[in-house]
């Protein structure tokens, strides 16, 4: 099923999940993960892909076990920044023969050690959305940043870019993860002003360990709200405290998105199924009323 279908009658439920490298992963564990995601009814799973475009079998296999073995929709997602023309029609063949209908259309970015040239063929998300929704038949989403793409200078200047690609055939997007609300309801304000109509489905990385929290800070055009930092810096030796603290903020994420009218919500799992079950089962009846 395509998911801007599910999208026309309802909110969306949904999780992000990557194959494991398979040289130092068990890559069994990824499928239990599935089946322990499948119980809190997600409207669909997407599944990553590495922008160097290596092991995209792994995302196919996935994508296709989901759709066999789960109620939920396979969302693929397709970084086209190393891939050709060839490439992506091979890709394409692939996800029709498996019946997989829905394509998260990214950039990507350069991977460091990788030979060759990057951004060959496609130069951003919106060709490789031209050339699929002209050479092959899919619903397309896209990507979108709450407090601007880094490479923007302004988050105006992103959001014309945002615009074009609803115009090449994106049906939804779906949000960069952020820990300050503020920037989600700024985006959907000016989106909606610029003429962007479909669906943006906020992205909630909930920060459950010292490390993921050290990763986040790091990375360029997450903002760190101060209330978390400060949980952070007193907690982050204590991995139980850190825990409960990544659950209960996202808990509280979601809950204001949702009272604020969210197109819906987005979790990266990280593969993590025990943190989206804990998340789910504190604030099931709110889910269950909003999302369903
Ligand atoms: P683009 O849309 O091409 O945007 C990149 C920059 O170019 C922006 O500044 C934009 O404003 C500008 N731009 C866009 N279109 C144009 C245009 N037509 N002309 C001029 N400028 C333009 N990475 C992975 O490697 N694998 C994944 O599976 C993956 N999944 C992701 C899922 C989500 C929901 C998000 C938010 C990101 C994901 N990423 C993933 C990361 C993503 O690849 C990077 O953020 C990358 O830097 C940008 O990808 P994009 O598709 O948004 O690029």
Redesign the pocket.
Known sequence: MRINDILKKKKSFSF?V?PPNPENSNIRDIYSTIDALQQFRPDFI?V????SGDYSENTLNLASYIQQHTVAEPLV?I?CGALDEHDVDNLALRMREEGLENV??????KPAHFEGEYLKRF?????LMDYLRQRHDFCLA????PEG????ESLY??L???K??QDMGAQFL???LFYDNNYYYRLMRVARKMGITIPIIP?IMPLTSATMFNKINNMAGATIPFDLRVLFDRFRNDKAAMYEIGVSYAVTQILELLANDADGI?IYTMNHANVAGEIYRRIENVIEKELR
């Open positions: 992000e990557f997407s990553t892909f590495k922008s997602h970084t998260l259309a990214l950039r990507g970015d130069k951003h998300a919106t060709e896209g990507a979108c940043y793409h880094i490479e923007s200047d992103d014309v870019n945002l074009r690609k779906i949000t960069q992205g987005h």
